[in-house]
């Protein structure tokens, strides 16, 4: 892959007789998210791990911007790769500010750059700087933690940004809230992420690319919507899912793809946006029992969706 800004070549670990990664290998571009998906014991988080040299590999190599980890001082390499983890670790004893901070300041960034970091990152977040930075972690609910968690990792401006199971212990609210977060951020910063996670439906909501793994290999890496339109017969079939796999299509696509022309006119009681998604439009369509519906932006009509194009783009080859 030309630009990768990850690339992993013939990794393997065993831990005794076990082997927990098997010879894997992948890339990972420039501004891309990818997302290792499997069982519990797969090799995925020991992948992960060993790209940021938590763990040794027994063989292969990891590159990072074109260069060798192996070449690099692990805490240097650390502290260039933002690491999060599910249960956050914060540090309970000192301030939200101060957990932010930690590793610009290893790093020796001076107090105004690391102030004026700690407020960027709270605002990003949707914290108030003043409130939220003299808090201890323990006054924050589970998802403010989490999402301090994930500013801690971006605070020295890292280009990557490794997460394990980061939203994992959230309710679905908070999890779906901060999955949105972090993909709007991302985009608009862009970050290479490396994301490891046993939910699918995380995998296609927040990742360019899924790799399933089983038994310390990777069975097949493609972009979502190639996965859920041509899995690889046996366990990657199986994990991917087969009864819901066109609601899954539809959820990757936007009403503003489908979206046909129609009269300006004020907004009806039921309509759709252009960012909902397909799998939305579809929902709201089976409730009213009809075959389009308006699409609204600032009150107004700019169009309309049909039926029959959903069901189109959702059977495309999901059988």
């Known amino acids: ?119 960027e990152l709270l605002e990003l977040f949707g914290f108030d700087p003043a409130e939220a930075g003299p808090k201890y972690p323990a006054a924050l609910s589970g998802g403010q933690q989490q999402r301090i968690g994930v500013a801690r990792a971006m605070a020295a401006e890292p280009e990557i940004l490794l997460m394990d199971e980061p939203f994992g212990a959230l309710d679905p609210v908070t999890r779906a809230r901060l999955q949105d977060e972090f993909t709007a951020i991302r985009r608009r910063s862009g970050l290479t992420a490396i994301i490891v996670t046993h939910d699918m439906d995380e995998a296609f909501r927040l990742a ?14 493609d972009t979502p919507e190639r996965l859920l339109r041509g899995p690889r017969e046996g366990f990657v079939r199986q994990f991917v899912g087969l009864d819901d796999r066109a609601l899954r299509i539809l959820s990757l696509h936007r009403v503003r793809e489908l979206a046909r022309p129609a009269p300006d006119a004020p907004a009806p009681a039921q309509w759709v946006a252009p960012e909902d998604t397909l799998r939305e439009a579809a929902s709201r369509l089976i409730w009213e029992g009809g075959e389009a519906l308006a ?19 959702g059977t495309r080859g999901a059988a």
């Not at 990768?4 to 891309?32: P, W, Y």
């Not at 192996?70 to 670790?89: F, H, N, S």
Request: aromatic share 4%; net charge positive; glycine share 12%.
């Open 208 to 221: 360019d690319r899924i790799a399933v793994m089983d038994a310390g290999r990777i069975l097949q890496i």
């Open 1 to 119: 892959m030309k630009g990768a800004m990850i690339r992993v070549e013939g990794l393997t670990r065993r831990f005794g007789d076990a082997v927990a990664v098997d010879a894997i290998g992948f890339e990972v571009a420039r501004g891309e998210v990818l997302a290792l998906v499997g069982t519990s014991g797969c090799g995925k988080s020991t992948t992960l791990r060993m790209i940021n040299r938590l763990i040794e590999p027994d063989k292969g190599r990891v590159e990072i911007a074109g260069r060798d980890a192996r070449e690099m001082a692990p805490d240097a390499l650390r502290r260039g790769i933002g690491y999060v983890i599910q249960g956050v670790g914060l540090f309970p004893h000192w301030t939200v500010a101060r957990n932010i901070s930690t590793v610009p300041r290893l790093l020796g960034w001076d107090r105004s750059r690391i102030a004026a970091r700690v407020d």
């Open 295 to 313: 699409v609204v932006e600032a009150d107004r009509i700019t169009g309309e969706i049909r039926a029959e194009d959903i069901w189109r783009v």
